[in-house]
């Protein structure tokens, strides 16, 4: 499986933006998804994540302003960000795992994509 992000950019505090990330190869065994973060100086962190039926997880800092979903279909994933705020400032990563055994599941990253959010 390989992960293609876009979306990112500049935007000003309390705006928004929605990232995309376009798997491909062996979809036909993609699971859970996810976007995650990492600015400068920090950790990579979980942003959000979604299964395959749709159930969803968010850190705490982005609960009510970050929307994840995915279309099965297109093997699409997207994040919407609204109420952006320069504490979101970072290089957002597509995540994707996969594999037909569920006890042997492989993990891929996308190249990334930087969000700046401007004070």
């Known amino acids: 499986v390989q992960l293609v992000e876009s979306g990112g950019g500049l935007v000003q505090a309390g705006g928004s933006l929605r990232l995309s990330c376009v798997a491909s190869?062996?979809?036909?065994?993609?699971?859970?998804m996810g976007w995650y973060r990492q600015a400068p100086g920090n950790q990579r962190e979980l942003v959000a994540s979604?299964?395959?039926?749709?159930?969803?997880n968010y850190a705490d800092s982005v609960k009510g302003r970050f929307t994840i979903s995915r279309d099965n279909a297109k093997n699409t994933m997207f994040l919407q960000m609204n109420i952006l705020k320069p504490e979101d400032n970072a290089v957002y990563y597509c995540?994707?795992?996969?594999?037909?055994?569920?006890?042997?599941?492989?993990?891929?990253w996308g190249q990334g994509t930087q969000v700046t959010v401007s004070s």
């Open positions: 979604i299964t395959t039926s749709g159930r969803t």
């Open positions: 190869g062996s979809t036909f065994s993609l699971n859970e």
């Open positions: 995540n994707a795992k996969w594999g037909i055994i569920v006890t042997l599941q492989f993990n891929t």
